[in-house]
């Protein structure tokens, strides 16, 4: 059943090990979400690693989210240590902001340094431990490390951040695999790392969210059933959107019947003029990842 969603693959502990391991070494953390489902792509794992850490979050997909509701989630979001950013990086818009915001925590750091250097005593112990704090702002770059769950777009905001084709990407879960340091013009260093997830969803809502988004491997799902659940939701959300992409004059009580006067618009009619749902769920799911029905936002900010 679809309500029962769990994926938790063997490489995502793999992936748990990587961030707690790592940790220590970045000044910040940098957690993409999904605008689309701010609540849903929040992985609590990643909270419970992370701790107080500085942390950036950025809204990542910002152009295939209701603008307003972006608005709404950056409040709701940020606290004393975590600053809250939208981001397009198909478009690149945000991307300066996001490089001052890194540039202001790299000056704090820095600053924290020198404080640190300078209250050491002028004893023979004070002076080693001035030597090192020197040695270790000099030597160790600005260190940050992208986490989030599959499918948000961390390499692709990896990719803006350095300039070039650095990390692969893919429209798909799954594609960052191994761990990789990059270096950004002016130095900093970024660590990429594979989307993870929790090995329960609390809420079956959660799951759902996350695979129309795309962070579940759509192989383990059944595609027909999700879209169904999909359409029910847009139903009750976002009916306009629904009816102007599909040019449907009006919407059925069932969500089912629906998806199948799209299917009739779209001519998925199988030999014996038999429904194709399972095209139609394809289509229409695709057409979302692809901001192709409108700008939605599936979870409203508190
Ligand atoms: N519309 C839109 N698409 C985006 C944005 N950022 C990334 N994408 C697309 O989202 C898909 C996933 O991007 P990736 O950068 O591979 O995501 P990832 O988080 O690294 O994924 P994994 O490594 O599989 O965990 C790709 O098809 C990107 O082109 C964005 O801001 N807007
Ligand atoms: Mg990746």
């Not at 029962?4 to 790592?22: D, F």
């Not at 250097?117 to 002028?122: F, N, P």
């Not at 704090?133 to 599959?150: D, E, L, W």
């Not at 629904?242 to 030999?271: C, D, H, N, S, W």
């Amino acid at each position: 059943m679809i309500e029962n969603i769990n994926w938790y693959p063997g490489h995502m502990k793999k992936t748990r090990e990587l961030i707690r391991n790592n940790l220590k070494m970045v000044d910040i953390v940098i957690e993409v979400i999904d605008a689309r489902i701010p609540q849903s792509s929040r992985n609590p794992i990643i909270d419970e690693l992370v701790g107080d850490k500085p942390r950036i979050i950025v809204l990542n997909k910002k152009d295939l989210a209701d603008p307003a509701e972006n608005r709404r989630w950056m409040d709701a979001l940020s606290t004393e240590s975590t600053s809250v950013l939208e981001l397009n990086c198909m478009s690149g818009d945000g991307i300066k902001k996001l490089l001052r915001m890194l540039e202001e925590a790299q000056r704090k750091r820095v600053e924290a340094l020198n404080k640190a250097a300078e209250s050491t005593g002028a004893s023979a112990e004070g002076a080693s431990a001035h030597t090192a704090i020197t040695a270790k702002r000099k030597s160790t770059p600005f260190r940050m490390m992208v986490v989030g769950v599959p499918n948000v777009g961390k390499s692709s905001l990896i990719n803006r951040l350095t300039g070039k084709k650095s990390a692969q990407t893919g429209d798909r879960p799954g594609v960052t695999k191994g761990k990789q340091w990059l270096t950004i013009p002016g130095g900093m260093q970024l660590l990429d790392t594979p989307g993870i997830l929790w090995p329960k969803f609390e809420d079956p809502q959660v799951g759902l969210n996350l695979a129309y988004c795309g962070s579940i491997r759509d192989e383990i799902l059944d595609v027909a059933e999700l879209a169904l659940s999909f359409i029910t939701e847009m139903q009750e959300r976002y009916p306009g959107l629904l009816m102007e992409r599909y040019k449907l004059e009006e919407l059925a009580e069932m969500p089912v019947e629906t998806m199948e006067m799209i299917a009739q618009k779209r001519g998925f009619i199988l030999p014996g003029k038999r429904i194709d749902y399972e095209r139609c769920a394809r289509t229409v799911l695709d057409e979302f990842r692809g901001g192709k029905i409108g700008q939605i936002t599936l979870e409203v900010a508190p």
